[in-house]
């Protein structure tokens, strides 16, 4: 055999078992900040149930924060010091989901009615309903001299799976379940700040779709009228808001997708009779941003927590 040949494959045999061993260990061993940050994995119905039947304080006043990351740099602790210097004392959580849609809430909304929340705030944007899910541009590959290792990966990680019974799902969509929040704010250097330049090369990162359905047949805006008519029924002020975007994300867009995202809002205000908020298109051409649809946690920028304070103080008022 070719002595390159047999270092390749030494090489990619040692790489399959110490990739193998990692991934072994941060399944085994989810990386947990202590203010409960999360930094692998996302929570499955059995760690939601265990958050929402927590003994939370008696008297606690709780404001629930929903939607995907893109609502992860809302800060509580500044959130309810705002809430506090108003006369409003409510405890806050960010229980964004990367990657989360209406329709993967929808399924745990009795777990979130039974924890009594006062206040849902749920943040919908545009990708909860003109996309399917992340999806990378795929570049042609060159010709492979030697076996191609992600034709193994799969089969090899059954097999971890099935032997060690492990939970694996974290890796379905490694760009989307970086993080995840059960409470407290994120650490400020999470989400840094980037430069335009990059923010403009990865604005193309997401498949908007062009052929989409009826607004009435979108199963995310349906999961979303239920959601809302749920909390309801159990008096549960809902706030519903739209998240702040880059001005990339926006151009991205086709007019036909945000007439679309138009008429869902539209939609959603009209069957529920909710006022819905719109932080769309704040910050668009600050220098704010990680990416073109995540603001900073840099906890020197506050405007995001601020602006959404301030639709809190409102609602709480009316």
Request: aromatic letters at 12%; proline letters at 5%.
């Amino acid at each position: 055999m070719n002595s390159n040949l047999k270092i390749s494959l030494s090489v990619l045999i040692a790489f399959l078992i110490s990739f193998s061993l990692l991934i072994i260990f941060v399944i085994m061993n989810p990386l947990e900040s202590e203010d409960g940050v999360f930094i692998f994995g996302t929570p499955d119905e059995d760690d939601q149930l265990k958050f929402y039947s927590q003994d939370f304080e008696p008297d606690e006043k709780k404001i629930f924060i929903f939607g995907s990351s893109m609502v992860w740099s809302l800060n509580p602790d500044l959130i309810e010091d705002n809430l506090k210097k108003n006369q409003l004392d409510y405890k806050v959580y960010n229980l964004g989901i990367g990657g989360s849609k209406p329709e993967n809430i929808e399924p745990v909304i009795d777990m979130i009615i039974s924890a009594q929340p006062d206040v849902v705030a749920y943040g919908v944007a545009d990708r909860d309903f003109i996309t399917d899910q992340w999806i990378g541009k795929e570049k042609e590959k060159p010709t492979q001299i030697l076996p191609e290792p992600s034709n193994y990966f799969g089969e090899l990680f059954e097999f971890i799976k099935n032997i060690l019974n492990l939970d694996t799902t974290f890796l379905d969509a490694p760009q989307s379940n970086v993080i995840h929040v059960l409470r407290g704010p994120l650490k400020s250097d999470l989400m840094g700040i980037v430069s335009d330049e990059e923010i403009k090369k990865g604005k193309e990162v997401e498949i908007y779709l062009e052929d989409l359905p009826s607004v009435h047949e979108n199963q995310n805006v349906k999961s979303l009228n239920n959601i809302i008519t749920k909390l309801q029924e159990n008096n549960i002020h809902v706030i519903i808001f739209v998240p702040p975007v880059h001005k990339y994300h926006i151009e991205h867009l086709s007019e036909n997708q945000q007439n679309y995202f138009n008429n869902v809002l539209n939609t959603i205000s009209y069957t529920s009779k909710i006022y819905i908020y719109s932080l769309y298109d704040y910050y668009r051409s600050l220098n704010v941003w990680y990416d073109f649809i995540h603001v900073t946690t840099n906890t020197g920028f506050t405007d995001y927590s601020d602006d959404f304070s301030n639709i809190l103080i409102k609602e709480l008022r009316s």
